[in-house]
């Protein structure tokens, strides 16, 4: 399964660059994500929640840094075994930057084989969809959080995106 997107932000490409190419900031942003450990500057296991069909459990995705060419280019690889059944995951991410903006163009990829793939039939897809699609969502917002801390610290009072209250 394949999927891909962009979306935009006025961080710069450096910074956003430094989000996606930091294994402990980026890994956090994926769903259904539990923890993490680092070996290396490029290696690390993270723990996350899986669900395939009416299976429901945990999995320690062996994850690496392939290529990190700043600021432009972020790509990583994982795998693991599922029942039985490999999982393979690749992300890869184009940092463009424009005028005052930067473009994230982003091209996720999971293969599931064995019994778990035939218990996971096309549900397999949308889940991939929506979970590719939930970490740009996350990482978009993570990037404007970040430009809202960094305002706040300059000052810049920033207009209120709507209101919570009680009655």
Known sequence: MNHSGTFVTTRSA????????DPRRFAPLLPDFESMSVMDATHFTMRIVITVGQIRGHVNLAMELIQASRPTQVEYRGSATIAGSPLRMGINFSVNPRAEMTDVT????????????LVAGNGLETMGRQNFDR?????RLSLQDEQHADDEKK??????????FEI
Request: proline fraction near 3%; avoid cysteine; charge should be negative.
């Open 14 to 21: 450096e910074e956003a660059f430094d989000l996606l190419a």
């Open 106 to 117: 982003w091209q996720g990829e999971v293969t599931l084989e064995g019994i778990l793939a």
């Open 155 to 164: 000052g810049v009072e920033l207009a209120p995106e709507g209101f919570d």
């Open 135 to 139: 970490m740009a969502q996350r990482l």
